[in-house]
Each structure stands twice: as structure tokens, then as C-alpha cells.
């Protein structure tokens, strides 16, 4: 699976749209990417995945761009309840997941 | 549905201790995992599973056995628990494509393990 690049740490105001960049240079035709989140210490949360086209559900958006180099998740009003560590991870949709964390960007919300 | 479901939540071991990690999911998923994360690190991938009685290993194994008898329950063993194995502990399900490839996964609440 390729490898994500993301900025360790951000910062969005309440209310505002959070945008959380993610560079995967090296992704394959093949490989869609995932983003998932973790509060504070929770298991994984799924928020949403894309292949190519940008996708939007009830929790964000997701802009892949044209040479699906990088991507980046939108959360369109953030709240305190947004804080948390958000994983960028791009994977095969063939064979047993091997989901590959990184670090993450650590996202906080305030007031 | 319960989802994911974990325990115990807290535990001590002492060096050279066994013990097993309970996870159980009721949304009849047939891939269950086990995940282990460091303070300031990613989940790294220990034990995994396609169906009952089908087991592989993740990406960190050694110290873990695991076994799958239903769909339901996917228990991780620490046979001789070391300081190292200090952690804590992710399970997570998923369901399986015809292809073989899994769907998103919806992982528990974690089992916080200390090894002293």
C-alpha cells in the first residue's frame, strides 16, 4: 500500500470548514483512499473513502484531485466533537484489509 | 447491535503472565482483526481473520496467538505477557466482499494493557 504524508497537527475554529490535507504521491490506479478518524483515545471511526471522484456523506467530503496525488477531507462545520487524530490511509480493495495507520493529523477544534 | 464489543477495558499483567483479550461482534462480519497502539503512534496490525477457522498473521505477531472457533468471537492470547506488550489493544470487524476484499471497518473500544 502507498505511503500517506499529513501535517502532524492543526487547528479550525468551531464552525468553521476544516480542510486536512493528505499527500499519497505514490498511490496506484488501483488504490482507493480511506479516512478515519480517532477521539481521544476511541477505537477507529470511519468517516469516508473515494476512489477518484470526489465523494461527500453525512460527515465530510472528500477532493481527490485529477492526478490522485494528494486529497484532502473536508469537514464542513466543525465542532468541539471534531477534535481528534484523523488517518489518511490509501489500500487495495482486493484480498484482506491491512489497514496501515500512520501518525495522523491531530485536529483541534475550538471555541 | 452492540457492534464491536471488548473487555476488559483495563488490565495489569505481571511479566510472565497469561492472559486473553475478548472481542466479540454481533453484525455477522466475517473478518475480525486485532490492532495494538503505542502512546504517539498508528495501529499497527497483529492477527487477523477471515472466517472461522482461518487465522493470519499482521504485521507485529510475535508474543500473540489468536483463534477463530465462531464468527462471532475472535480472542487474543498474550502467553508470556512482556513489558514491550504494553499497549492498547483494537479490535475491529468487517464484512467480506465476494471478492475476498473488506468493506470499512468498525473497531471496538480497546482493551488498555499494562505489563509491569
Known amino acids: 500500500d502507498a505511503k500517506t504524508t499529513q501535517p502532524p497537527s492543526m487547528d479550525c475554529a468551531e464552525g468553521r470548514a476544516a480542510n486536512l490535507p493528505c499527500n499519497h504521491s505514490?498511490?496506484?490506479?488501483?488504490?482507493?483512499v480511506y479516512w478515519y478518524r480517532q477521539i481521544h483515545s476511541q477505537g477507529p471511526q470511519y468517516i469516508i473513502h473515494?476512489?477518484?471522484n470526489n465523494e461527500t456523506n453525512e460527515m465530510a467530503s472528500l477532493i481527490i484531485t485529477e492526478d490522485r496525488k494528494s486529497s484532502t477531507l473536508i469537514l464542513p462545520h466543525a465542532t468541539l466533537r471534531d477534535t481528534a487524530v484523523y488517518y489518511c490511509i490509501v489500500r487495495i480493495l482486493q484480498g484482506p484489509d491491512k489497514l496501515i495507520f500512520g501518525t495522523g493529523t491531530r485536529l483541534q477544534v475550538f471555541p | 447491535n452492540a457492534g464491536v464489543t471488548q473487555t476488559p477495558k483495563f488490565q495489569v499483567l505481571k511479566t510472565g503472565q497469561s492472559m486473553t483479550l475478548q472481542c466479540a461482534q454481533d453484525?455477522?462480519?466475517?473478518?475480525m482483526s486485532w490492532y495494538r497502539q503505542d502512546p504517539g503512534m498508528g495501529l499497527r496490525l497483529i492477527h487477523y481473520s477471515v472466517g472461522a477457522g482461518i487465522t493470519d498473521q499482521g504485521e507485529v505477531p510475535n508474543g500473540y496467538n489468536v483463534s477463530r472457533s465462531t464468527t462471532e468471537d475472535f480472542p487474543l492470547r498474550l502467553l508470556s505477557a512482556a513489558p514491550s506488550q504494553t499497549s492498547v489493544y483494537f479490535c475491529?470487524?468487517?464484512?467480506?466482499?465476494?471478492?475476498?476484499?473488506?468493506?470499512?471497518?468498525?473497531f471496538g473500544p480497546g482493551t488498555r494493557l499494562t505489563v509491569l
Open positions: 453484525m455477522n462480519h466475517e473478518y
Open positions: 505514490t498511490i496506484s490506479g488501483n488504490e482507493y
Open positions: 475491529a470487524s468487517s464484512r467480506l466482499s465476494a471478492g475476498g476484499s473488506t468493506d470499512t471497518q468498525y
Open positions: 473515494g476512489l477518484k
